[in-house]
């Protein structure tokens, strides 16, 4: 995990555009291979029913926050669109990602947020605003939580490691 963290790093530091946001597509899909190989391997034992429930609910729990984190913040909407109570979602994100569905929320929501000051010249108004933060200071409390630095903080790093990166070449 540590190292797919890296990667989505590097993907967030020097990818830019479209191709960004296809590559952390691409990267959460490998992210999602890795643990069904690695808990087939742990829990062998488990009947591969349970863990193709448990799979599928996760893959499409990924794809509905893909679509909705930018308005949907909470467990219980993807509970309901996946047709399952919030306990089970919080069951399954453990079992699969080790980690609570309302933190892969948080998560995706950061990285939409990243996207949106990496690719984009939109103030943070404006992205408070597309994300459906109620007021600016929300988004900004949130991203420095969950990062350690603003969003223009975050913002202004980007362009002093494009500005050296431009200084190398």
């Known amino acids: 995990v540590s190292d797919w963290w890296k990667q989505m790093k590097w993907i ?3 990818i830019f555009g479209a191709n960004r946001i296809a590559l952390f597509n691409n990267n959460v899909y490998t992210l999602f291979i890795a643990i069904d ?4 391997a742990v829990v062998g034992g ?19 926050l893909a679509k909705h984190v930018s308005r949907e913040r909470s467990v219980g909407f993807y509970a309901v669109a996946l047709h399952i ?27 939409e947020i990243k996207s949106w000051l ?7 108004a404006d992205i408070a605003g597309r994300l459906h933060f109620e007021e ?12 350690g630095l603003s969003p223009l903080q975050f913002r202004n790093g980007l362009e002093v490691r494009a500005q050296h990166r431009e200084a190398g070449a």
């Open 118 to 124: 990496t690719d984009t010249e939109l103030s943070v």
């Open 37 to 40: 190989t690695r808990l087939a």
């Open 85 to 111: 109570t919030p306990d089970y979602l919080c069951k399954v994100c453990r079992r699969t990602c080790g980690t609570s569905p309302k933190a892969l929320i948080e998560q995706q929501l950061v990285v």
């Open 46 to 64: 488990m009947p591969r029913e349970r863990r193709d429930r448990a799979w599928t609910i996760t893959c499409r729990f990924w794809s509905l």
């Open 136 to 147: 600016v200071s929300y988004l900004c409390r949130f991203f420095r939580r969950m990062t």
């Open 12 to 14: 967030s530091e020097n």
